[in-house]
């Protein structure tokens, strides 16, 4: 096992969510709906989407942010324990399969107006 890439990114929150206000279609090009929705059918809180966001940017880094990836190829999911984790398809697999990357980690912060990610690909 090795590390084969590291991510990091940050977003500011009200800016995230003016974005979304401002662009029709952007949360259905970047989120899948499990992830713009909770299991109860309630909209996730912004903070937690803008995490989101900020993980798929890191997730991007990590894997030497080429052309072509599709946001919605990646996926924050959450374990029961409330532990989030990447899942990856399409053109994030395939990027992901070329370097060798086995394995994803990531974790999530929001706080003081800022949400924040870091995502760790590993082989
Ligand atoms: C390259 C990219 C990640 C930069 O992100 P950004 O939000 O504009 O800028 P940030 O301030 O968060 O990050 C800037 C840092 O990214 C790093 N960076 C730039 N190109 C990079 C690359 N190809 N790989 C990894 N890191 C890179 C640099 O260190 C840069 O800092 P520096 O200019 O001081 O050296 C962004 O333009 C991009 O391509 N995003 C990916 C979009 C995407 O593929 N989405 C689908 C993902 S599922």
Same mark, same amino acid.
């Given at each position: 096992?090795?590390?084969?890439?590291?991510?990091?990114?940050?977003?500011?929150?009200?800016?995230?969510?003016?974005?979304?206000?401002?662009?029709?279609? $952007? @949360?259905? #090009?970047?989120?899948?709906? +499990?992830? /713009?929705?909770?299991?109860? &059918?309630?909209?996730? *809180?912004?903070?937690? $989407? @803008?995490? #989101?966001?900020?993980?798929? +940017?890191? /997730?991007?880094?990590?894997? &030497?942010?080429?052309? *072509?990836?599709?946001?919605?190829?990646?996926?924050?999911?959450?374990?029961?324990?409330?532990?989030?984790?990447?899942?990856?398809?399409?053109?994030?697999?395939?990027?992901?399969?070329?370097?060798?990357?086995?394995?994803?980690?990531?974790?999530?912060?929001?706080?003081?107006?800022?949400?924040?990610?870091?995502?760790?690909?590993?082989?």
């Amino acid at each position: 096992m090795s590390i084969i890439g590291v991510g990091i990114d940050v977003a500011e929150i009200d800016r995230f969510r003016a974005s979304l206000e401002r662009t029709p279609g $952007l @949360a259905d #090009r970047v989120f899948i709906e +499990e992830e /713009l929705y909770l299991p109860s &059918g309630e909209r996730r *809180g912004i903070a937690s $989407l @803008a995490a #989101r966001f900020a993980a798929k +940017e890191a /997730l991007a880094k990590a894997l &030497g942010a080429p052309a *072509g990836l599709y946001w919605t190829d990646a996926e924050v999911y959450v374990e029961d324990s409330g532990q989030p984790r990447l899942r990856v398809k399409g053109t994030v697999a395939a990027r992901a399969a070329e370097l060798g990357v086995k394995s994803w980690h990531v974790s999530l912060s929001h706080d003081a107006g800022v949400a924040s990610a870091v995502v760790v690909a590993e082989g």
